[in-house]
């Protein structure tokens, strides 16, 4: 079997990204196993970053503990030797076998098992710029700093990215629109060219946009193409997130796949990549 890493369509590669480190859908989240086998195949793998309370990254999605691992509380209050010791759980809040990563923990297995040419593990911060101070920026540059042709960081509070990126100056860097005071303007006027516009403004320096998939097939039916400008950029589209791979999602994606996006999250690669080939 394929693995299921891009579709070719019409002399244009998609990748499919392994969202919040799944192959199928059936896989626990975050699991250091599934991230090194993504890595490993060449991939397109995401994780998520919450900070903890030795200024430094978990990789986590959540900023309680409750339903991803075995702990209780806040991350942001848990220091970094409890975080260790916690499990992850499954999808349905079973106890795994493996345990929470930090950020300098996955670096170190990068490191230790370099990923393969053209692999790229999207770092997606949670957090906003109010969250950092100067100790969390420098750990994060100091564990970053070796493996950073591996990464790229992504977020939707652009001030945050800018912070973090300037101490790693080789990381690439994201940016998702598709929050706060953006997002209110365009529900607001359904200005689609200048919500793309903005966020080009916002981060001239991105290699990737994310945006909900959602989005880009409602400026589609409103006549405007939000693929092209930031192709016309020079930059890629992130096109998220495909839950589960149904008949209708599979209509949205065949839809994603002739506006030529880049890449496509989804919890189920492996079947979405099955259902599409098949």
Known sequence: MAHPLHIDRNGHRTWLKWHRARRKVTDPVFTGTRILEGMRLGA???????????????VLHNFELDKETTGTGLVRETSAEVLRSLHLRDNDGAILPDKILLLEDLCALLAEQPPQQGALLQLDFKEELAALDAQTIANFAKSIGPVADAFILSGGDIGAIRALSSAVPALKTGYDPCYGESLARLQATG?????????????????????????????????????????????RIDAWTIRQVTPASLEQVERLLALKVDQITTDDPEGLHAALLS
Request: net charge negative; aromatic share 8%; with cysteine.
């Open 44 to 58: 397109s793998v995401e994780v998520d970053l919450v900070i903890h309370a030795d200024h430094g990254c978990a």
């Open 191 to 235: 200005d689609f060219a200048s919500f793309i516009g903005d966020a080009l403004i916002a981060a001239p320096r991105a290699d990737m946009i994310y945006l909900a998939f959602e989005l880009v097939l409602s400026a589609q039916d409103a006549g405007f193409d939000i693929v092209a400008p930031i192709h016309a950029a020079g930059k």
